[in-house]
């Protein structure tokens, strides 16, 4: 287990909840977990305390349903809210609901797999089709990423842009996964369609790489694109520090993404502008119903190497899970006025 602080990013929005709510954002330490929870903790104004854990077996094994590894780092005081997620942190966030005798609120980010009346509050995506009391789903994943965010990066990328053409759009590449296929042979294809685009419309492209993307995949990529206006942030070899991805959105006219990562096609949905999804070989059930529903809703368009204009209104699933979690924070607390007191050692 490590433990760190969550900063805030910069928000004009008045706190969700009260100033002095203890809040611990509890995940395995997969980074799309821990961003999702990060993004809900600061729309609600906290700065929360983040412990990744790493259950060994067989705990790992008993995940979700539990019982809980000890760990040392958790432990009282309990905080008033505890954000979980993925299927690891589970049994710690009902550990910690267990023993501070239900005073600590407890959320709970993607499908469970536990009973949902377990908990508080449970976010979803709506492709999971898990529905319930305590539950709450939206089309798209919460994130970091706001308007006050992609404003203040924007302009720090003017040097590092200022050679491309004034059109500019952001390609953000993912990598193989469990149910996706991205090597040389798909790269082969991206980058002949984004050469195709670039010409014919005088775009420059943004592009940002994952660092599952592969070395192979990304050399393929810039041979591709050899001659071509673009800038490329190579996440294997690049200084995280230098990472220009929210920027890149702000500045963009439109967005292209591959498709395996519901994070990256999400966050692309904030901004407003059109987004083009590229769609890899494989697949699966979820997955199709997440691109579907944005297809349907003219959110996004599978990408065929052309250009169009369209708009619609930015989805914001943070706004709408952080509120959720602030009224219902604000009934429990109203029904039970010992909640601020989750603190208290109830071990004994």
């Not at 928000?11 to 799309?32: E, I, M, R």
């Not at 299927?87 to 609901?97: E, M, N, S």
């Not at 949905?269 to 349907?296: H, N, W």
């Amino acid at each position: 287990m490590t433990e760190n602080e969550g900063k805030p990013s910069p928000t004009p929005h008045a706190p969700l909840l009260p100033d002095g709510t203890t809040c611990w954002v509890v995940t395995n330490g997969l980074a799309g977990f821990e961003m999702q929870a990060l993004g809900i903790t600061e729309r609600l104004g906290l700065t929360p305390t983040v412990k990744r854990v790493s259950p060994g077996a067989p705990y790992s094994w008993l995940s979700p349903w539990g019982p809980a590894a000890p760990d040392k780092s958790i432990q009282p005081p309990w905080p008033d809210l505890v954000i979980a997620g993925g299927r690891q942190a589970i049994p710690y966030a009902l550990h910690i609901k267990h023993r501070s005798r239900g005073r600590s609120f407890i959320a709970i980010l993607q499908k469970p797999k536990i009973n949902p009346k377990r908990v508080d509050f449970i976010w979803a995506p709506v492709h999971d089709q898990l529905s319930g009391d305590t539950v709450l789903s939206t089309l798209t994943a919460p994130n970091r990423i706001t308007p006050e965010r992609l404003a203040l990066a924007r302009p720090t990328l003017d040097a590092r842009y200022s050679t491309l053409p004034a059109r500019k759009i952001a390609v953000v590449i993912g990598g193989p996964n469990s149910v996706f296929r991205l090597g040389t042979a798909e790269m082969r294809t991206i980058a002949s369609q984004l050469r195709k685009l670039a010409e014919a419309e005088n775009i420059g492209l943004m592009i940002t790489t994952s660092r599952r993307t592969g070395k192979e995949a990304t050399a393929m990529l810039k041979k591709g694109l050899e001659g071509v206006a673009y800038d490329l942030f190579d996440a294997q070899e690049d200084p995280p520090a230098d990472n220009p991805y929210p920027g890149m959105l702000g500045l963009a006219e439109a967005i292209i993404t591959t498709c395996d990562s519901h994070n990256m096609v999400g966050e692309a949905t904030t901004t407003g502008r059109p987004v083009y999804v590229i769609e890899l070989p494989g697949g699966s059930p979820k997955f199709r119903r997440f691109l579907d529903a944005l297809y349907v809703n003219g959110v996004a368009r599978q990408f065929d190497g052309l250009l169009a204009t369209w708009s619609y209104a930015p989805l914001n699933a943070t706004e709408e899970i952080a509120a959720s979690i602030a009224q219902r924070f604000a009934r429990k607390n109203a029904r039970s006025p010992s909640l601020n007191g989750a603190g208290h050692d109830m071990n004994g």
